[in-house]
């Protein structure tokens, strides 16, 4: 089933009442697929949302198993946030939307949100190349931006770990490469055939790859945060 994550491609747009969205699936997955191994991606648009609501109140995450997202309770999660929280957003299913949720520490959550629990902020959609720069992190994973050798260009270096149930079972991957971005996404190709996408969404830089920048089963897949220094 982990195959099928990596054959996603852009099959849809969408409009929301909220704003121009787009939403994508991937090809032979179900179209009500909302899930962390496929989040970056699934869309080629990402924005950022908060939550709205009266103070004390909760939206829960929604599963996708047969018959969700929905209201039901077989469908809700444990998982759940409050009005101000900030979330991550991709494609759409109905009145839902696709969320990745980065506490403060811990790991992520992801999962269908109902999209009028949800304010959309457009992010710009050139942003300055200062915003790009620095150090970012998504676990064990690193990517460094800074200027390039030209106006306008970037260079990245970064380095990616998978680690199997037994500590000694670990592969390691690196990407390096010099591009300008174009808009809010920087394409960076590397010498050894990896092939890195990433897409600068307010404070979130969301990576997804050609799954050829290293050993098996690493990628560089994921929402990266900027490092505190």
Not at 87 to 114: H, I, K, N
Request: charged residues 20%; positive net charge; contains cysteine.
């Amino acid at each position: 089933m982990r195959t099928l994550w990596f054959r996603l491609s852009l099959l849809l747009l969408a409009p929301l009442c909220l704003g121009a969205r787009a939403s994508a699936q991937g090809e032979g997955d179900p179209a009500n697929w909302c899930r962390n191994g496929a989040f970056t991606r699934d869309s080629g648009e990402f924005r950022t949302a908060r939550v709205t609501g009266a103070k004390g109140s909760r939206v829960y995450f929604s599963g996708d198993e047969e018959g969700c997202p929905g209201p039901s309770a077989k469908c809700r999660q444990k998982a759940y946030l409050v009005p101000g929280n900030e979330v991550l957003t991709s494609r759409m299913f109905g009145d839902w939307v696709c969320a990745w949720y980065q506490p403060a520490s811990g790991y992520e959550t992801v999962g269908w949100l109902p999209a009028a629990r949800l304010a959309i902020v457009e992010p710009p959609a050139r942003p300055p190349l200062a915003l790009w720069l620095g150090a970012w992190g998504f676990h064990d994973n690193s990517l460094r931006l800074s200027r390039g050798p030209k106006a306008g260009e970037l260079r990245l270096a970064g380095d990616a770990t998978w680690v199997g149930v037994n500590p000694a079972n670990a592969h390691v991957g690196e990407v390096s490469g010099v591009a300008a971005p174009a808009g809010n996404v920087l394409q960076v190709n590397s010498e050894d055939d990896c092939r890195l996408t990433l897409r600068l969404v307010g404070s979130y830089l969301v990576a997804s790859d050609n799954k050829q920048c290293g050993g098996v089963n690493v990628t560089f897949d994921g929402v990266y945060r900027r490092r505190k220094k």
